[in-house]
């Protein structure tokens, strides 16, 4: 089915969306605060708003992806939100979702915010998904517009539900970045061939640890972290013994070292006997 879809904010992440919407066949309406950047998109059939008004009069849903949740609030302050709904894919905190909110109902419309899990080179492609959360009847009228920009998942009537997982994702990503570019700067001091350590040791080695998380999930929705496999004593000086080998390698283990940090502070405690999960209970 074919939607009026207007897209505020024509930066890389917004250009994106608007173009897969277009692609779909939905009349897409655009604005950005540097016109010119429509310009590509208006050649691809888009219309443009000269003002974030007449872009929100154009649609009955409203697709906002902009810099921060200040600029959201600046570019929609005069615009005749009743009856819309918005989508806000901006990346902001969870707090800000539900104030978000608040703010555009009193204008009369219907809120959803969202967090992009996709670079915009993921945008329409596999791979790419979108969270949802905050009004469920307007993401369940437009669940399959959304489908154009990336697979749509809605995750509760908690505004800020998305915006905390989009967190969470990242979270573990930066953990993950963390660690593989410690272990690429260990190998880079031995001189050994990174891309094969990378592709043939590093990425399976972390895809089977990865599998592991299930376990540890359950031993924290227990509260029971005893472990047969590696408790933290094995793990406080197996860290001990991985800084030392960063000093010899002549390679800083800064991005390791809280981890080290709050290994030592649980088995400073008397609980060395737990296994690794038992660290969320320090956080
Ligand atoms: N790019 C990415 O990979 C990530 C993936 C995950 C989600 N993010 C979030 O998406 C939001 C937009 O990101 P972006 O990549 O499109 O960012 P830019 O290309 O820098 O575009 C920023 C747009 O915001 C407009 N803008 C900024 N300040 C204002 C303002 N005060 N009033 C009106 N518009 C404003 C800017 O306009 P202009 O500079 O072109 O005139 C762009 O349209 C973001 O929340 C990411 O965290 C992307």
Redesign the pocket.
Known sequence: MSENISVL???????ALAASLIEAGHHVTVW???PA?ADPLVARGATLAATPAQAVDASSLVIV????Y??VL??LQDAPLAGRVVAN????RPAEAPEMAAWVGERGGDYLDGG?????QMIAQPGALILYSGSRPAFERYEQAFGAMAAARYTGEDTGMASLLDLAMLTGMYGQMAGALEALALVRSAKYPLMEFTTELLIPWINAMSAQLPRWVADIEAGDYRTEVSNLEINRSGMENLVRAFEEQGVKPDLLLPMKTVIDRRVARGLAHEGLSGLIEEL
């Open positions: 904010g024509l930066g890389l992440m917004g250009t950005n605060r540097t950047k992806c902009l810099l921060d200040p600029s600046e570019v894919l901006t990346t902001g992009i899990m996709a670079v915009p």
